[in-house]
C-alpha cells in the first residue's frame, strides 16, 4: 500500500507562484508512473501532469503547458509541481496520484488527500 502526502498549497494572488510537494511512502517499489490532479468547485476532476518512474518523461494538460513543470526526486520518493503564472482558473484542490499503467492513463492505483490551492484576481 502506498501512501501520498500533498503539501505546499496556499493561497496565492493571479501571476504568482507556488510548488506543490507529494511525498511517498510505503509499496515494494518506487517505480511508479506519478501525476498530478485538480478539482475544481462543481467541477470534474481534471488530469494536470504526469511523468514517468524515472523522471524522463513528463505529459501535461494543454492548460498548464508552458506555466507548470512537473518534477520528481527517487531517492525520496517525491514528487513535485512548480506553478508559475497562476490564474483565477488554476483555483482547485490539488492530488497527487501514483502506480498508473501507462503514462497518458488516468487511472491510478493509490491518490493523496489533496492540498488547496487558491488563486486570487
Known amino acids: 500500500q502506498v501512501q501520498l502526502v500533498e503539501s505546499g498549497g496556499g493561497l496565492v494572488q493571479a501571476g504568482g507562484s507556488l510548488r506543490l510537494s507529494c511525498a511517498a511512502s510505503?509499496?515494494?517499489?518506487?517505480?511508479?508512473?506519478m501525476g498530478w490532479f485538480r478539482q475544481a468547485p462543481g467541477k470534474e476532476r481534471e488530469f494536470v501532469a504526469a511523468?514517468?518512474?524515472?523522471?524522463?518523461?513528463?505529459y501535461y494538460a494543454g492548460s498548464v503547458k508552458d506555466r507548470f513543470t512537473i518534477s520528481r526526486d527517487t531517492a525520496k520518493n517525491t514528487v513535485y509541481l512548480q506553478m508559475n503564472s497562476l490564474k483565477p482558473e488554476d483555483t482547485a484542490v490539488y492530488y497527487c496520484?501514483?502506480?498508473?499503467?501507462?503514462?497518458?492513463?488516468?487511472?491510478?492505483?493509490?491518490w493523496g488527500q489533496g492540498t488547496q490551492v487558491t488563486v486570487s484576481s
Open positions: 496520484a501514483a502506480d498508473a499503467p501507462t503514462l497518458k492513463s488516468n487511472e491510478y492505483n493509490y
Open positions: 510505503g509499496g515494494t517499489n518506487s517505480r511508479y508512473h
Open positions: 511523468i514517468s518512474w524515472s523522471g524522463g518523461t513528463a
